[in-house]
C-alpha cells in the first residue's frame, strides 16, 4: 500500500501531474493533482490492479454512474483513462475532514 511517505508516489497519472498523496482504499489509490489544462486541482483514483477485459474495473461504473447523476453533493468527473494498464478516475477534490473522522472507534 501507498502511503504519504512512499517513494512509490506517481510524478504523473495520465496528463495530471500528481501533487500529494491523499488516502487509500480498498481498490484505488487517491492523489491531489496541479491545475492542468482548465481543469482545477482534483482528485486522482487510481486503481490498484489490472483488471481484464479493461472495462470491467469498478472505476469503469463509477465514471459512468458519476457522469449521469447531477447533484451538488456528488463530486463531477472529469476524465477517465489508463496509466500502466490501471484505470484512473478524475473527480472534483473536497476539502474538509477525512470521511470518519471523529467518530468514535471501538
Given amino acids: 500500500m501507498i502511503t504519504p511517505e512512499s517513494?512509490?508516489?506517481p510524478t504523473s497519472i495520465g496528463k495530471y501531474p500528481i501533487e500529494s498523496f491523499l488516502g487509500a482504499g480498498g481498490q484505488s489509490e487517491v492523489f491531489a493533482t496541479r491545475p492542468v489544462e482548465n481543469v482545477p486541482s482534483c482528485a486522482v483514483k487510481?486503481?490498484?490492479e489490472t483488471y481484464e477485459p479493461r472495462g470491467s474495473d469498478?472505476?469503469?461504473?463509477e465514471y459512468h454512474l458519476l457522469a449521469e447523476l447531477c447533484h451538488k453533493q456528488l463530486v463531477r468527473p472529469h476524465d477517465f483513462?489508463?496509466?500502466k494498464d490501471r484505470a484512473y478516475l478524475v473527480?472534483?477534490?473536497v476539502a474538509g475532514?477525512?470521511?470518519f473522522a471523529g467518530l468514535p472507534t471501538g
Fill in 46 to 48: 487510481w486503481s490498484r
Fill in 91 to 93: 473527480v472534483d477534490r
Fill in 81 to 83: 483513462g489508463y496509466e
Fill in 7 to 9: 517513494p512509490r508516489i
Fill in 97 to 99: 475532514p477525512e470521511l
Fill in 58 to 61: 469498478p472505476l469503469v461504473a
